[in-house]
């Protein structure tokens, strides 16, 4: 059990549909890069929030976590994890059986994952995996229909104008960050299109 959810793992939040986000901040590593690990501007700057895939599937559940985190910061130079929230390929449940989303970085803490000022504005959730050669699993996609909107009102971002708060690595450039071909993977971006759509749908007034 150790490998899926650490021992000292902690309770951030509940989220919609038997979800839950759980705080592994302290049980990851930190390097001593020369950059930065704190945000310019604190929490209260985090406007954005941006789709990535890992890439390497990797272990399930913290396990995984954790080698993306040591591969940053030994190979990559990287001060902490590259991402704030970690969704596991593979199915995760606690006890009670609630799907388990990880949550690695805190808001004020300055994540490596989209550039520029992506980076100083945004946070960025992982999708285990590579995207473009795996679909996206049944707890990929229970987990990013709650973690999104829990996103939206933590930040105060409005549902209706997802287009401009949630993005991906690949249109990170329209958000002061790097273009990454195909990031988070060819099934990851149509995912989160369609989510940016129906958000928008689903707040238009219905036809009188």
């Not at 038997?18 to 929490?43: F, K, N, Q, T, Y």
């Not at 969704?87 to 550039?115: A, K, Q, S, Y």
Request: glycine content about 10%; hydrophobic content about 40%; charged content about 25%.
């Amino acid at each position: 059990m150790a490998d899926l959810i650490p021992s000292g793992a902690k309770l951030h939040a509940r989220l919609s549909g038997g979800v839950h986000l759980l705080d592994v901040v302290d049980e990851l590593p930190r390097g001593r890069a020369r950059w930065s690990g704190r945000r310019p501007g604190g929490a209260d700057a985090v406007r954005h929030l941006f789709a990535h895939h890992s890439g390497a599937l990797g272990r399930p559940g913290f396990a995984g976590l954790l080698a993306s985190a040591n591969y940053v910061i030994r190979h990559r130079d990287f001060p902490t994890a590259a991402y704030a929230y970690w969704v596991p390929h593979h199915d995760v449940h606690d006890h009670d059986g609630n799907r388990i989303v990880f949550l690695c970085l805190r808001p004020e803490d300055r994540g490596w994952h989209t550039g520029r000022r992506a980076n100083d504005t945004g946070e960025a959730v992982a999708l285990q995996g590579n995207t473009s050669l795996l679909p996206l699993t049944a707890h990929h996609e229970e987990c990013l229909e709650a973690l999104f909107p829990w996103w939206a009102e933590q930040h105060d971002q409005p549902m209706e104008e997802a287009a401009a708060w949630l993005g991906w690595h690949a249109i990170g450039d329209r958000f002061g960050g790097r273009r990454k071909k195909q990031c988070p993977g060819s099934a990851g971006e149509a995912y989160v299109a369609d989510y940016v759509r129906r958000a928008t749908l689903e707040a238009l007034p219905e036809a009188a």
